[in-house]
């Protein structure tokens, strides 16, 4: 072999090595394979049905965002989108089984923030979050917020601070379970006010505000679009919101780091495959849902709901859990919040 030809094609032989290597070590979630000439085209093959997880009961905010999805791609495809619920370890049994899933593009998650960024911290994982499932784009921003029942006499978070000192053993709140963001934001408010409240953990948030409906517990901090109605209705007693700043629908009412600094709560909704799920699916996908989530029936039904739609790119969805996991770890850490 010629030496000369040799000396001039290793470095580039090298160069091409070290920037293959980079791109496939710089981020785990955002893994795929490689394009390849009509996979997305190719995609959904016509009557082939695409499984959208959601790993939490029906009713919540994931099951409304992926139900909305999926309805509007069923329509647009020719291949059907169905929705199955699967709730259980703090939404980690439904995520599990779209990470084991095959990376064919016909396997979807509905996950929320908590799943990457809050369960890592609280205990250990069926799988890997960072290297198991490929981001595709984020859907929505749900702004939690937080009540009372109108039978306890506080109209402020000042007063329900206030009321907690005096009431030490007096106030439970609910959760979807141990470790949700539900528990993790009542948990970060007791914590910062030094106040106590105990938690009663649900399967799911739509028993737990059941029971705030009917006052067997007393708070709750949860995403706005499952209680907006009863707030409108005066069944349950808006106190804040939990997001870094207030709501457009509700103006007047503060935030809950107003009051008690540090103390935010907020959640997104976003969709993954498997990791090696082919980069051609990834990007028809995310396109398609962008579309979506740009329908006017479909920012008009999210709007009533308090819901923001919100479409990315698979590399912003990997960046923002990247920057979330680090920042709630701390706030876990900090403020001694266990699962159980």
Request: glycine share 8%; hydrophobic share 45%; net charge positive.
């Amino acid at each position: 072999m010629n030496p000369t030809w040799m000396s001039a094609l290793c470095p580039t032989l090298l160069r091409s090595l070290v920037l293959a290597c980079v791109a496939a070590a710089s981020f785990g979630l955002a893994s795929a394979q490689s394009p390849s000439a009509g996979q997305a085209a190719a995609f959904p093959t016509p009557g082939k049905t695409i499984k959208f997880m959601v790993p939490i009961t029906p009713g919540g905010s994931n099951d409304v965002m992926a139900r909305i999805i999926a309805q509007k791609l069923t329509e647009m495809w020719s291949a059907p989108v169905v929705v199955e619920n699967r709730p259980g370890g703090n939404m980690n049994v439904g995520s599990d089984a779209v990470a084991k899933s095959p990376a064919d593009g016909y396997t979807w998650l509905l996950g929320a923030n908590n799943i990457f960024v809050f369960n890592p911290h609280l205990g250990k994982m069926p799988f890997d979050v960072f290297k198991d499932l490929t981001p595709v784009t984020q859907v929505a921003s749900v702004p939690f917020v937080l009540v009372v029942h109108p039978s306890l006499p506080v109209k402020t978070v000042a007063e329900l601070v206030e009321y907690a000192k005096k009431n030490p053993d007096a106030l439970n709140y609910g959760s979807s379970g141990n470790g949700a963001p539900q528990h993790l934001a009542a948990e970060l408010l007791s914590s910062a006010a030094g106040i106590k409240m105990a938690q009663v953990p649900y399967k799911g948030a739509v028993p737990a505000i059941t029971d705030l409906l009917a006052g067997r517990i007393q708070v709750f901090v949860g995403a706005i679009n499952s209680l907006l109605p009863h707030i409108k209705d005066g069944k349950l007693r808006l106190l804040a919101t939990a997001g870094p700043k207030r709501l457009g629908t509700f103006p007047d009412v503060p935030t809950i780091a107003e009051t008690v600094p540090g103390v935010v709560m907020d959640v997104w909704l976003g969709v993954f495959m498997p990791a090696g799920t082919p980069r051609p699916i990834i990007t028809k996908a995310q396109g398609d849902i962008a579309k979506v989530l740009q329908m006017p029936e479909v920012i008009s039904n999210l709007n009533a709901q308090g819901i923001e739609g919100v479409s990315s790119s698979s590399e912003t969805l990997s960046g923002m859990i990247r920057d979330d996991y680090a920042r709630w770890g701390k706030i876990i850490r900090d403020a001694n919040i266990k699962a159980d």
